[in-house]
């Protein structure tokens, strides 16, 4: 069985750092892509960025762009997700994806039929 635990969220001032992980397990890590996602009670879910079985990266929004960096540690199973200068527009519920089937390059990921998903960490940036 395919489980992901995504951790780390919290509170946060504007303009601090957090790191966010997914532990996966259930399946070989080394053959899955992996996303983060956000969602916003109330708008749509974004898709954040994605790292590949191939260490290909991707990430799909402008305004993260060169804050956070995704990144795996193959021997722990884990993706992260690093945020770095956080705005209080990164406010939401993260979530990690896991499948064998999205590409991850250009923005396709995004709305792929992702099969598996973890149960979001909470991050809120305020002051």
């Known amino acids: 069985e395919v489980q992901l635990q995504a951790s780390g969220g919290g509170l946060v001032q504007p303009g601090g750092s957090l790191r966010l992980s997914c532990t996966t397990s259930g399946f070989d890590f080394d053959d899955y892509v992996i996303a983060w996602f956000r969602q916003v009670p109330g708008k749509e879910r974004e898709g954040v960025s994605c790292i590949s079985e191939r260490d290909t990266r991707s990430v799909n929004l402008d305004s993260v762009k060169g804050r956070f960096t995704i990144s795996s540690d193959n021997a722990k199973n884990t993706v992260y997700l690093e945020m770095n200068r956080v705005k209080p527009e990164d406010t939401a519920v993260y979530y990690c994806?896991?499948?064998?089937?999205?590409?991850?390059w250009g923005t396709g990921w995004v709305t792929a039929p992702w099969r598996s998903w973890g149960q979001g960490t909470q991050v809120t940036v305020s002051s």
């Open positions: 994806a896991a499948d064998d089937v999205p590409v991850c």
